[in-house]
């Protein structure tokens, strides 16, 4: 099992900024790909912003420009940097983890608790 914890949220006004980061831990033998999710009040869970163990990035045509996904393979870790922020961006942030528990498991996804982003004057 895989766990994953965020932290970073909170409340911004708009045009303003927040880092959300998210350590993984737990039986990890190789995380591919970790990505952000958000899901605001009544809306399905979209994905923000997903980058490979490679590096390689991808983003919500809503978010490119403004926010940038990173990641510390030696710590397990993955980032989200988010500038000038908008009301719109208000949601529950989830990360989210493709893992390998062990050697010849077949890999899962995993998702953390989930860190609140109000974005309000």
């Known amino acids: 099992q895989v766990q994953l914890v965020e932290s970073g949220g909170g409340l911004v006004q708009p045009g303003g900024s927040l880092r959300l980061s998210c350590a993984a831990s737990g039986s990890i033998f190789a995380i591919y790909t970790m990505g952000w999710y958000r899901q605001a009040p009544g809306k399905q869970r979209d994905v923000v912003a997903t980058i490979t163990n490679g590096g390689s990035t991808n983003y919500a045509d809503s978010v490119k420009g403004r926010f940038t996904i990173s990641r510390v393979n030696a710590n397990n870790t993955v980032y989200l940097q988010m500038n000038s922020l908008k009301p719109e961006d208000t949601a529950v942030y989830y990360c989210?983890?493709?893992?390998?528990?062990?050697?010849?498991?077949?890999?899962?996804?995993?998702w953390g608790q989930g860190t609140q982003v109000t974005v309000s004057s």
């Open positions: 989210n983890a493709y893992s390998r528990s062990y050697y010849g498991a077949s890999p899962n996804y995993y």
